[in-house]
T-cell receptor, first 114, second 113 residues
Framework: AQSVAQPEDQVNVAEGNPLTVKCTYS??????LFWYVQYPNRGLQFLLK??????LVKGSYGFEAEFNKSQTSFHLKKPSALVSDSALYFC????????????FGKGTRLSVIA | DAGVIQSPRHEVTEMGQEVTLRCKPI?????LFWYRQTMMRGLELLIY????????DSGMPEDRFSAKMPNASFSTLKIQPSEPRDSAVYFC???????????FGSGTRLTVV
């Protein structure tokens, strides 16, 4: 069965500093990996995905994520955090190939402090 | 494209009442998903449809929950009778087949008192 772990419930970072939100996954085969962001009172919005190819994936709003197969990780990163990045971030996985639905982590709340 | 549309945005109901949540997916998307979000359990998949056919409802917590998709542009999630522990935010999402992300609606915040 597929699963995702986001080990941190909360991440605090100062504005302008780099940020990392951690994600590890478990699948039987190869993974498709996704990051979503949720702002207050809104639905989840797609940030980026890893399917195959380059291990460093670039997405919306300056975010990127690095796929590490040996560590089964897909950490979300941004070189310089903005206060407006404060939100709830979800990592998700599904198996490749297959049509199984995405399995989401519990989410990590990011707070960027001015 | 108006995106995935859910209604109502907020619902407050008394325990024992029937609640119906509605979802209009993006036109042309043939997958539809219902998720429930709570602080304790995060985002849980309740049921999903492909071409209007329910594929997996193993996430539906009890027989009190039911979902239908009578056509490609409409789905409902019904709770009858509702209980306080059903209080959560319910999201609908749709997608195309293949390796694509989902588009989520804005959710329905359900409070059962």
């Amino acid at each position: 069965a597929q699963s995702v772990a986001q080990p941190e419930d909360q991440v605090n970072v100062a504005e302008g500093n780099p940020l990392t939100v951690k994600c590890t996954y478990s699948v039987s085969g190869n993974p498709y990996l996704f990051w979503y962001v949720q702002y207050p009172n809104r639905g989840l919005q797609f940030l980026l995905k890893y399917i195959t190819g380059d291990n460093l994936v670039k997405g919306s709003y300056g975010f990127e994520a690095e796929f590490n197969k040996s560590q089964t990780s897909f950490h979300l990163k941004k070189p310089s955090a903005l206060v407006s990045d404060s939100a709830l971030y979800f990592c998700a996985v599904r198996e490749n190939p297959g049509n199984t639905p995405l399995v989401f982590g519990k989410g990590t709340r990011l707070s960027v402090i001015a | 494209d108006a995106g995935v549309i859910q209604s109502p945005r907020h619902e407050v109901t008394e325990m024992g009442q029937e609640v119906t949540l509605r979802c209009k997916p993006i036109s042309g998307h043939d997958y539809l998903f219902w998720y429930r979000q709570t602080m304790m359990r995060g985002l849980e998949l309740l049921i999903y449809f492909n071409n209007n056919v329910p594929i997996d409802d193993s996430g539906m917590p009890e027989d009190r929950f039911s979902a239908k998709m009578p056509n490609a542009s409409f789905s409902t999630l019904k709770i009858q009778p509702s209980e306080p522990r059903d209080s959560a935010v319910y999201f609908c999402a749709s997608s195309l087949p293949g390796v694509r992300g989902y588009t989520f609606g804005s959710g329905t915040r359900l409070t059962v008192v």
